[in-house]
Nanobody, 124 residues
């Protein structure tokens, strides 16, 4: 059974940084595309970032480009999201996801495995 577990969320002030982690078990994720999504209260889940199996290709939502960095460590079966210059509008539950295949996609419906989410709250 595949499990993805996020950690690293918390309450921070605007302008601060956080680093989210996603640890995988039950499946070797090194050949999967992995991604981060988020869902704010009353809103639909949205794409944040995705990374290829090698880490060599990344894709970001325009709203986080230049502030967030996605990375992965296949030896640890893990993925990370470094979030800098956080804004109040970044407040959401952040989810990690994985999909078999090589194409980076932004649609949540094309991801096969999901974590339970970690809350990020940014105060003004």
């Amino acid at each position: 059974q595949v499990q993805l577990v996020e950690s690293g969320g918390g309450l921070v002030q605007a302008g601060a940084s956080l680093r989210l982690s996603c640890a995988g078990s039950g499946r070797t994720l090194s050949s999967d595309v992995m991604g981060w999504f988020r869902q704010a209260p009353g809103k639909e889940r949205e794409f944040v970032a995705a990374i290829s199996w090698s880490g060599g290709i990344t894709k970001y939502a325009d709203s986080v480009k230049g502030r967030f960095t996605i990375s992965r460590d296949n030896a640890k079966n893990a993925m990370y999201l470094q979030m800098n210059s956080l804004k109040v509008e970044d407040t959401a539950v952040y989810y990690c996801a994985a999909r078999a295949g090589t194409v980076l996609v932004v649609s949540q419906h094309r991801y096969d495995y999901w974590g339970q989410g970690t809350q990020v709250t940014v105060s003004s």
